[in-house]
Structures are given as structure tokens and as C-alpha cells.
């Protein structure tokens, strides 16, 4: 009895509802683990964002998953490869970079594959071309010389000069590509001693970036190259000044993975365009970043982050993804012709790479999701960034679907079948269903068995399900039919003081995840995140509206019939905010079809991480960060 007021005491004390001028107070740390998603890929500490160099070693039986990282700060800067591996890409283990020196592979530095450096390059300009940082980049489980020997193989920008920003005046020799390897199944890191292996952009372009290799071999271009031997493609995010984003296409020899060729750029759009209406599929933007091009199940695709398009529809950098015809031109290059178009994700994931996982034959994508704080208390949480739940990509074709009247390009290309009906032909996208298997793995399954909500819906207060759901939960339901408005409501405190709304609108055929309500601290951004979704009419009917959403601490991750993914950040400020419902606008009539699946108390998959794996926030000095302009140093 007495234990049990303690420990009342105790969570009252803990769990106080958080204010603006509190959190001011607070020391660096203390909310760490307030917010902290446990059931997805995240740095052990400080700041992180792209995923970098994902690959399956089938050597070492094991994932890897590297990403940009900057131990010991929560702002970027200084940027560096963390390192982390998996059996299953469930539950991950930090590696330990020095093994011998008895610290723990979560803390301070030991995460850390790949550095900057002070080595200069013997025979290429620029100097020291990494000591300002290692951009992101991939790998292959191939060595030099391109052979399965069990070398591990890291192609990443090495970076001399910074500032760099797409709309800045570019610092000519900023970026350069280089490579690094590791034979020991990635415990230890070597500089290829030729980097960079490439120094210069392309010649005459006035490039507005220049980063982010993706590298990987490809029999189906050796094939319309006529390459009688295998060779490696790579292609960099870039742009050229005033014209447009664009894509150079390299290639090497599989057999000395250092000589890169330039092909030429795979197209050539124009700056802030689009193929289709920009609120539907997207905008290129000017400077592509994490650039991805790979071919599956017989259909090219490319995906970038494009920054600086329109925001006029979007609030966040779009990344986009075409499919397109792929052809040789004359001269010997490729041509890119984009077919159909859409956004990877709807919300803020950005730098969206993908690797083919050789262990199951598919092709696995992952985003970085940043924080959505504004910088504010970002030295109480003490970290900043997260990984997707790993997405598996695929080709979806929906048989017996009416086309758009009148025809206009979309995120689905439409064939005409023999029967004279359409069949519709986009990029699917869904968490992967073995990694959710495990993640649900120890968590409280239940059903809530509802079919309808009808006319008398009150918002956000619908029909609220369960009041304390756990950190971390997945809920999937599937809506057969709506009038209006209608999804969940999640981060729910008993009356109502914070909630998120999440909601299928079909008068403006979208998804909203709406945070006007998520918390009372106003720093923490309160805008709504939208996407365009149009469900299919097969065969006279609209499809039903399947909606799997995973909220992991401040982390929220929606995914709609396959092909629609949005993500978002909510901080509530009260630790009663965890009420979880279903939702549908005044007036609306809803009709489910089968339960309303919950699992509540998702896998934590760092089970080697303590809870707290906090570490030391330092300042770096003037001189450290060049008088604040390389970065800022917190
Ligand atoms: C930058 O990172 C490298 C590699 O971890 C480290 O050696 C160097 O001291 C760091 N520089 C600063 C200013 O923190
Ligand atoms: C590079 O050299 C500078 C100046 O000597 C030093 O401050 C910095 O820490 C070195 N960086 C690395 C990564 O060793
Ligand atoms: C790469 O691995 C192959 C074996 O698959 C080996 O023959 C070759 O010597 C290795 N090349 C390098 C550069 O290590
Ligand atoms: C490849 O070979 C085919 C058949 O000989 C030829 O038509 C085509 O032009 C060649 N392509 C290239 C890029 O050389
Ligand atoms: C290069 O692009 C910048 C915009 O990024 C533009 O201001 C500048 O005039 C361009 N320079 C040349 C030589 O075209
Ligand atoms: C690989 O290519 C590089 C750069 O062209 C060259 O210096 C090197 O000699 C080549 N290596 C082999 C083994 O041919
Ligand atoms: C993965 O790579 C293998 C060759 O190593 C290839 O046969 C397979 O088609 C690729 N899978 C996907 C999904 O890209
Ligand atoms: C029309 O043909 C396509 C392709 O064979 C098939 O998938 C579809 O079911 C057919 N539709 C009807 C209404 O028969
Ligand atoms: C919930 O319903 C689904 C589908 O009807 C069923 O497969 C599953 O076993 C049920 N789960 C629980 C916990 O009852
Ligand atoms: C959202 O946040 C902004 C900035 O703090 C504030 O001006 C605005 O009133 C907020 N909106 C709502 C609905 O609370
Ligand atoms: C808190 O973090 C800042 C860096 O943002 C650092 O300068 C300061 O020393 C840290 N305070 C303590 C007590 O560690
Ligand atoms: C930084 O600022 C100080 C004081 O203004 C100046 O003496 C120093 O040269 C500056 N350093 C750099 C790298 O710009």
C-alpha cells in the first residue's frame, strides 16, 4: 500500500505536465526518454539523419544500417557514419568500433564507422577532402575489384569546403566521392587510398550540389549498353543553377570499382516542375538529394529528395519518386522518360534511400524522420532523428480500375486491357509484414469490433477505445465506406485538452494528419500534414480504405492501401495525452469492415541500449566551427 502511494508519487512527479518555461529549466538529457521512440531504428544519442550504406551481407549473415551522425551534439555538424547491425532488421545492436577499449558500443563515439579525417589525397585535388564531412552514400558487400570476397564496400561525398545550400553561391571543390572499405565485416574502416575517385562534377555544369552516390550493379544496363562485362551504375543528387534538378549516371567496371565514367544525366527537367498537378504527384524542385534508380519486377524507378520546389502544397521538402521509360540515346547515354509520379511520403521523412535485400529477393526502403520541435528543447531530449520502419517497394497493378476523365498523368499509369477495362500500375509501398510480425512480438493484441459510426460523430471524441495506450503502438482498421471525414484520434488526454487527429477526407481526396491540438508547448509545430489520396474505382465500387498507423513515442507513421505513407512528429505535454479512438466528422456515417486491430506495446529493438542511453552535450568553439560557419556547435 505504502509502496505503491511511493511509487504514485513517483510517476506524478515524473510524468508532470510539461510547460514551455519548464522545459526552459530542465537539464540537458532530462527528456529522453519523454519522447524517444524505442520501437524504431535511432542513433544511441545526439543528432542523426540520413540513413546511409543499408546492404544485406550474406558473409556475416547480418544487416547493416550506417547513418549521418554527430555523437555528443544534438545540431548537425561535424557529420559522420554511425553504425548498427541486424539479424532480421527487428531488433538492432549498435556496433562497437574499438572493441578493446571496454566502453559500450552505445556510448560516446563508439557507433562510429566512418569520420572526418585529416588525410589529403596523394594525387587528386581538393586537400583533406573529407575533413569537413562524410555525406551519405551506399554500399555492396563486394570488395575493389568487385568480387563477394566479404569486404564491405562504403561509396559516400567526401566534403572540403562549407557552407553548401542548393540557393547559396556553390564553393567550388565542396564535394567530392569517395570510397572506404571494411574486411573485417564492418568493425574497422579504411580510406581508399585514391580518394576521391571522383573529384569534379560533371565538366561546364554550375552545379547546386553534388552528393549522395547510389551505387549498385546492374545486368539489365550492361544489357542495353551492349557491356559484355558486368559493370557498376552510380548516380548523384545535383542540379545546375537556374536550369534545374538533375541526375549524372556513372559507371565502373565491376572489376576496379574506383575508374568511374560519366554517361551523362538521366533527364534533364526543369526547375521546379512537375508531371502532373504538383498537390497530387509532387514537384522536382531544384537540387535533387539521395537520388535512388533501380529497376524492379521489370519497371524503372527513381526516387529523390528535391529541394526547393513550390511549397505551396506541401509544407516539407517533397521527396518524390517516378516510374519511367529507361532507353539508350544515341550517344550512348540513358534516357529517363517518367511515366508516373508521387511523393515516397506525404509528411516530413526525407532522404528516402532503398537496397535490394538479397536475403528475401525485395526491395526495402527507409527514410530519416526528423524531429518537428523547431529546436526547441532539443538539448533536454538530448537527441534528434529516427529511421522509418523499414518499407518493403513493389509493383502494384489493380486490375478493372476506371481511369481519371479526363486522362491526365498521375501516380498510377493506366493500360488498357483486351476487355477493354484499365488496369492501374503504381509503386507499392508497405511496412515490411515480417519486421511488423516482430514488433508486434510481445505486445497486447485486441480487436474492437465496430461497424458503424453513424450521424451523431462528435470529432474527436467519435468513439474513443482505449484511454492509456502504451508509448508505442501499431492500429489498423479498414473503413468499407464514409460520407465525410473519418479516421482516428490519437494522443488523446482525457478531456480533450491535446489530440491528433489522422483522417481520410474524401471531399479533397487526402490524408491529414492534423496537430493543431497535439500539445499545449506552442514551439513544437502545430501545422497539418496532407497528402493526395484518391482510392481506386474497381469495377464501379471505390476501394475500401485500409489505414495501419504506428505511433512510437513522439513518432507517427501512416500507411494507407499500400501506396500512400505519411509520417509525423507529436510531443504531447501531458503524459495522460494517450488516448486512442476512432473519429468521424459531425454527421458522418461510417462503415467498417472486419475489427479494429490494436497492439498495444511494441518491441523495444535496441534490448542492448539501457533506456537511457543518453550521452555528454558539448559546445564546439569558434575555432572549431570556423566562427559558426561549417555549423552552428550545440
Ligand atoms: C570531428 O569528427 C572527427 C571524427 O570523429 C573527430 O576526430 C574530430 O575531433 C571532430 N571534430 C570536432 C571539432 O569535433
Ligand atoms: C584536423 O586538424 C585540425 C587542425 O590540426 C584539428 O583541429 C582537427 O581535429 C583534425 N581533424 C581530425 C578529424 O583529425
Ligand atoms: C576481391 O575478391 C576476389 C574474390 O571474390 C579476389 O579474387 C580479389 O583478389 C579481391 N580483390 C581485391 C582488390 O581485394
Ligand atoms: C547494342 O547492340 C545492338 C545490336 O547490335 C545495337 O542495335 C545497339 O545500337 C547497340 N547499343 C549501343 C548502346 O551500342
Ligand atoms: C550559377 O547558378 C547560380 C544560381 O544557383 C546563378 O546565380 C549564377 O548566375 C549561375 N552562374 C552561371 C555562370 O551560370
Ligand atoms: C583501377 O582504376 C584506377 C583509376 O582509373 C587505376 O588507377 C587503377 O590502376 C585500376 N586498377 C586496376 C587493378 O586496373
Ligand atoms: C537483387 O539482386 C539480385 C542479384 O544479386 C537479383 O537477382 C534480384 O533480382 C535483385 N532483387 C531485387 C528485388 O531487386
Ligand atoms: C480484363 O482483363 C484483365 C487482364 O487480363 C483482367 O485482369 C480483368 O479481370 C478483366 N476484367 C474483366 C471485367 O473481365
Ligand atoms: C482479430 O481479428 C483478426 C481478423 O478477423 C484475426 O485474424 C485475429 O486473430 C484477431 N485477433 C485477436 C487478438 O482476436
Ligand atoms: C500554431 O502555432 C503557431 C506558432 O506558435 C501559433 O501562432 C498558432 O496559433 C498555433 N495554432 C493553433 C491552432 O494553436
Ligand atoms: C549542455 O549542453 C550544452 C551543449 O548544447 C553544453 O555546452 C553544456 O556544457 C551542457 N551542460 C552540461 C551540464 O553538460
Ligand atoms: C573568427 O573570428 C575572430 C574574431 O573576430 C577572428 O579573429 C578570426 O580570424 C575568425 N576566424 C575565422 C576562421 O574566420
Not at 480533450?496 to 483522417?503: H, K, M
Amino acid at each position: 500500500m505504502i509502496l505503491c502511494v511511493v511509487l504514485g508519487l513517483l510517476a506524478v512527479a515524473y510524468g508532470q505536465t510539461l510547460t514551455s518555461s519548464a522545459i526552459q529549466k530542465m537539464d540537458n538529457n532530462s527528456l529522453f526518454e519523454r519522447w524517444r521512440p524505442y520501437s524504431h531504428f535511432a542513433a544511441p544519442a545526439g543528432w542523426m539523419n540520413d540513413p546511409c550504406g543499408p546492404l544485406y551481407d550474406p558473409n556475416g549473415k547480418l544487416y547493416h544500417m550506417h547513418y549521418q551522425w554527430h555523437p555528443n551534439h544534438v545540431g548537425w555538424g561535424n557529420i559522420s557514419w554511425g553504425h548498427a547491425v541486424s539479424r532480421d532488421m527487428i531488433t538492432w545492436s549498435d556496433v562497437d568500433h574499438f572493441p578493446t577499449d571496454q566502453v559500450r558500443a552505445w556510448s560516446g563515439y563508439q557507433a562510429q564507422s566512418l569520420g572526418t579525417t585529416n588525410l589529403t589525397s596523394n594525387h587528386h585535388t581538393p586537400e583533406k577532402y573529407n575533413f569537413l564531412g562524410i555525406f551519405s552514400g551506399t554500399a555492396q558487400p563486394v570488395n575493389l575489384s568487385g568480387g563477394a570476397d566479404g569486404t564491405l564496400l562504403a561509396f559516400y561525398t567526401s566534403v572540403s569546403r562549407l557552407p553548401t545550400s542548393w540557393d547559396a553561391a556553390y564553393l567550388k571543390g565542396t564535394e567530392s566521392q569517395s570510397l572506404a572499405y571494411s574486411t573485417d565485416g564492418g568493425i574497422t574502416w579504411t580510406e581508399y587510398s585514391g580518394n576521391p575517385v571522383i573529384s569534379q562534377p560533371p565538366t561546364g555544369w554550375n552545379i547546386t550540389g553534388f552528393r549522395d552516390p547510389f551505387f549498385h550493379d546492374s545486368p539489365e544496363l550492361d544489357a542495353m549498353l551492349n557491356y559484355t562485362e558486368p559493370h557498376y551504375y552510380a548516380i548523384f543528387g545535383s542540379g545546375i543553377g537556374d536550369v534545374g534538378p538533375r541526375i549524372p549516371l556513372y559507371t565502373a567496371p565491376s572489376s576496379n570499382l574506383t575508374r568511374w565514367t560519366y554517361l551523362g544525366a538521366l533527364w534533364e527537367p526543369k526547375g521546379n516542375t512537375s508531371l502532373g498537378r504538383p498537390y497530387e504527384v509532387g514537384n522536382w524542385g531544384w537540387n535533387f538529394e539521395v537520388p535512388n534508380f533501380f529497376n524492379l519486377g521489370g519497371h524503372w524507378f527513381f526516387s529523390a529528395g528535391a529541394q526547393g520546389a513550390s511549397r505551396s502544397y506541401h509544407e516539407q521538402t517533397w521527396v518524390v519518386w517516378n516510374e519511367a521509360n529507361v532507353s539508350v540515346r544515341p550517344n550512348g547515354s540513358i534516357a529517363f522518360e517518367p511515366l508516373s509520379m508521387g511523393a515516397s511520403d506525404w509528411g516530413n521523412l526525407y532522404a528516402i534511400t532503398s537496397f535490394n535485400d538479397t536475403k528475401n529477393n525485395r526491395r526495402i526502403q527507409i527514410g530519416w524522420a526528423p524531429e518537428d520541435m523547431d529546436s526547441f528543447g532539443v538539448v533536454q531530449q538530448g537527441y534528434q532523428g529516427a529511421l522509418s520502419i523499414p518499407r518493403e517497394l513493389f509493383v502494384m497493378n489493380t486490375p478493372n480500375v476506371m481511369p481519371p476523365s479526363p486522362m491526365r498523368n498521375s501516380s498510377s499509369v493506366y493500360t488498357r486491357q483486351g476487355n477493354g477495362t484499365y488496369s492501374a500500375r503504381t509503386l507499392g509501398a508497405r511496412p515490411a509484414p515480417d519486421v511488423i510480425t516482430g514488433l508486434r512480438g510481445g505486445s497486447q493484441a485486441m480487436n474492437h469490433t465496430v461497424g458503424t459510426l453513424s450521424g451523431k460523430g462528435k470529432g474527436p471524441r467519435s468513439q474513443m477505445l482505449m484511454k492509456a495506450m502504451k508509448s508505442s503502438y501499431e492500429i489498423s482498421f479498414t473503413i468499407k465506406s464514409t460520407s465525410g471525414r473519418t479516421g482516428l484520434t490519437i494522443g488523446a488526454a482525457p478531456d480533450f485538452q491535446e489530440f491528433t487527429s489522422i483522417y481520410y477526407d474524401p471531399a479533397t481526396s487526402s490524408i491529414a494528419c492534423d496537430r493543431k491540438k497535439s500539445s499545449t508547448i506552442s514551439e513544437f509545430l502545430n501545422t497539418t500534414y496532407v497528402g493526395f489520396f484518391e482510392p481506386y474505382n474497381v469495377s464501379g465500387t471505390l476501394e475500401p480504405i485500409r489505414l495501419d498507423v504506428f505511433v512510437d513515442g513522439s513518432l507517427v507513421e501512416i500507411f494507407v492501401n499500400d501506396r500512400f505513407a505519411l509520417t509525423s512528429r507529436i510531443y504531447p505535454s501531458r503524459t495522460d495525452s494517450t488516448g486512442l479512438g476512432l473519429y468521424a466528422a459531425m454527421g458522418v456515417d461510417v462503415v467498417y469492415s472486419g475489427p479494429v486491430q490494436v497492439w498495444n506495446g511494441l518491441k523495444n529493438v535496441w534490448p542492448q541500449r539501457p533506456r537511457n542511453s543518453s550521452g555528454l552535450l558539448v559546445w564546439d568553439t569558434d575555432a572549431e566551427t570556423h566562427n559558426r560557419t561549417w555549423w552552428t556547435g550545440f
